[in-house]
């Protein structure tokens, strides 16, 4: 079984400022993970996704996040917020046959 | 190429009536899959399709049912709604090569409404 924890269910920081959004999962196997943000009233674009390749992986808009597997960690963190950052993050960790197992969601507030 | 399209977006129903909802995966894509998104239990995985075969079902009653057709494109039939099935319905599309680290594309997902 697999499952998924996000640690915060609301972050909040001014704008300019570094983002942590935290994330441990649990997989009894090599884990495929993923951060995907979902913006109001949209659906779920992929930020990006761990395979394993590099432990350190670069997505979209300046997110990164970093693979720690003696901490069962995919944190997501960003240099500078920026007021469009503003939604819910969802880190999520693949099994086989597609199913996707989701964390609770953490909602970034971005202040100005 | 044109995103995952989901129809409708909005749909207000009643209590024990029954409702469809349709998503239209990426071209090429032949995998779909459907999540249920309520503020109380969040996003949870209802079933996918494969080349028309329910291929992995997630932990939902037998009300909830879906079908593929040859053009890949998915339906979802929940039967003798219930207040609690009230949520955001999304589907997601990928290749469906089964691997746990092929991406999956999302839809903008249907609203449904049960009074």
């Known amino acids: 079984a697999q499952s998924v924890t996000q640690l915060d269910s609301h972050v909040s920081v001014s704008e300019g400022t570094p983002v942590l959004l935290r994330c441990n999962y649990s997989?009894?196997?090599?884990?495929?993970l993923f951060w995907y943000v979902q913006h109001p009233n949209k659906g779920l674009q992929l930020l990006l996704k761990?395979?394993?390749?590099?432990?350190l992986v670069k997505g979209i808009n300046g997110f990164e996040a970093e693979f720690k597997k003696s901490e069962t960690s995919f944190h997501l963190t960003k240099p500078s917020a920026h007021m469009s950052d503003a939604a819910e993050y969802f880190c999520?960790?693949?099994?086989?046959?597609?199913?996707?197992?989701f964390g609770g969601g953490t909602r970034l507030m971005v202040k100005p | 190429k044109a995103g995952v399209t989901q129809t409708p977006r909005y749909l207000i129903k009643t209590r024990g009536q029954q409702v469809t909802l349709s998503c239209s995966p990426i071209?090429?894509?032949?995998?779909v899959s459907w999540y249920q998104q309520t503020p109380g239990q969040g996003l949870q995985f209802l079933f996918e399709?494969?080349?028309?075969?329910?291929?992995n079902k997630g932990n939902f009653p037998g009300r909830f049912s879906g079908r593929q057709f040859s053009n890949s494109r998915s339906e979802m039939n929940v039967s003798t709604l219930e207040l609690g099935d009230s949520a955001l319905y999304l589907c997601?599309?990928?290749?469906?090569?089964?691997?746990?680290?092929?991406?999956?594309?999302f839809g903008p997902g249907t609203r449904l409404l049960v009074l």
């Open positions: 997601a599309s990928s290749l469906g090569t089964g691997y746990p680290q092929e991406t999956q594309y």
């Open positions: 997989s009894s196997y090599s884990p495929s």
């Open positions: 761990y395979t394993s390749a590099a432990t």
């Open positions: 999520v960790v693949s099994g086989a046959g597609n199913m996707l197992t």
């Open positions: 071209s090429g894509h032949r995998s």
């Open positions: 399709y494969f080349s028309e075969t329910q291929r």
